[in-house]
Nanobody, 124 residues
Framework: QLRIVESGGGLVQPGGSLRLSCTAP????????IGWFHQVSGKAREGVSC?????????PFKDSVKGRFTLSRDNAKNTVYLEMNRVKSEDTGVYYC????????????????WGQGTQVTVSS
């Protein structure tokens, strides 16, 4: 089974930047579409953005992060990145990376394999 590992979370001040990474040791991530999802305690998990296998198509970012977050993948490094810039307190939460065999809508129900998540806390 695909094992996904997220990293890069932590405490960041408002207005700062953070880069989250997603990899799958022992597996070729370029066989999968990859999505990043955000979950705040007590709320449903929601898609941030998703990227196709080749990295040339991404879904629109959710409104709250448009213009601040970017999504990219480096298949040579077997890694997908979520670059978070000008972060705000509402960006706080757990960020999950997930994989899908098929290119799908950026919804949790369409993604099959999930990492454990990485906590991002935006606070001064």
């Amino acid at each position: 089974q695909l094992r996904i590992v997220e990293s890069g979370g932590g405490l960041v001040q408002p207005g700062g930047s953070l880069r989250l990474s997603c990899t799958a040791p022992g597996f070729a991530l370029d066989d999968y579409a990859i999505g990043w999802f955000h979950q705040v305690s007590g709320k449903a998990r929601e898609g941030v953005s998703c990227i196709n296998k080749n990295g040339d198509i991404t879904t629109p970012f959710k409104d709250s992060v448009k213009g601040r977050f970017t999504l990219s993948r480096d298949n040579a490094k077997n890694t997908v990145y979520l670059e978070m810039n000008r972060v705000k307190s509402e960006d706080t939460g757990v960020y999950y990376c997930a994989a899908a065999r098929l290119w799908s809508p950026c919804l949790p129900s369409h993604y099959d394999d999930w990492g454990q998540g990485t906590q991002v806390t935006v606070s001064s």
